[in-house]
């Protein structure tokens, strides 16, 4: 069965600092790949996706992500955040041998980004 | 912003009573989703539904049932509630590959937080 691991659960960074959240999912079968951001007491918006095609992925807010098939690893960095990233990022994938759609999530990882 | 609600919101309930929680959408999408969110687990499928009266379990069904009797409610049932299912519930819908944006995205409703005493 597929998983995901998000290996921190938290990120502390200061505002305009790098930063990168890693995610790494168990299987290289073809899948799509899903990055979430819940703001406090929020629904989850959507970040960047990939499908297909080129393994540099941009989103919103500045966000990009890098798919590499080989280490089974989607990570998301922003090259300089701001006090309002604060928030829970989810990684996510999608079997695409599943006709349900249904999604896999990981444990989140919180950033904390202070001033 | 897709649109999705869930009802209610917030309530407190207590051991042994039933609640249902209800997620309406707007989109008339096929696919719909429930999700539990808990700290340190990240959101884990409840049930899912791939079309009207058609549902299916996820990974963490026991103590839940699903209803969807038409296309824009689904309807999260727990039948006696207890402590363990005291979380934050996450509706979430599809258009799978038949409609935009073709590649199964879920969208994401506010939430229900429910606590059981």
């Known amino acids: 069965a597929q998983s995901v691991t998000q290996l921190d659960s938290q990120v502390p960074v200061f505002e305009e600092a790098p930063v990168e959240l890693r995610c790494n999912y168990s299987s290289s079968v073809s899948v799509y790949l899903f990055w979430y951001v819940q703001y406090p007491n929020q629904g989850l918006q959507l970040l960047l996706k990939y499908l297909s095609g080129s393994t540099l992925v941009k989103g919103i807010n500045g966000f990009e992500a890098e798919f590499n098939k080989s280490q089974t690893s989607f990570h998301l960095r922003k090259p300089s955040v701001h006090i309002s990233d604060t928030a829970e990022y989810f990684c996510a994938v999608s079997d695409l041998m599943d006709s349900s759609y249904k999604l896999i999530f990981g444990s989140g990882t919180r950033l904390l980004v202070r001033p | 912003d897709a649109g999705i609600t869930q009802s209610p919101r917030h309530k407190v309930t207590e051991t042994g009573t039933p609640v249902t929680l209800r997620c309406h959408q707007t989109?008339?999408?096929?696919?719909m989703y429930w999700y539990r969110q808990d700290p340190g687990h990240g959101l884990r499928l409840i049930h899912y539904s791939y079309g009207v009266k058609d549902t299916d379990k996820g990974e963490v069904s026991d103590g839940y049932s699903v209803s969807r009797s038409k296309t824009e409610d689904f309807l999260l049932t727990l039948e006696s509630a207890t402590s363990s299912q005291t979380s934050v519930y996450f509706c979430?819908?599809?258009?799978?590959?038949?409609?935009?944006?073709?590649?199964?995205?879920?969208?994401f409703g506010p939430g229900t937080r429910l606590t059981v005493l």
């Open positions: 979430a819908i599809s258009a799978g590959t038949s409609g935009p944006p073709g590649d199964g995205e879920q969208f």
């Open positions: 989109e008339n999408h096929r696919y």
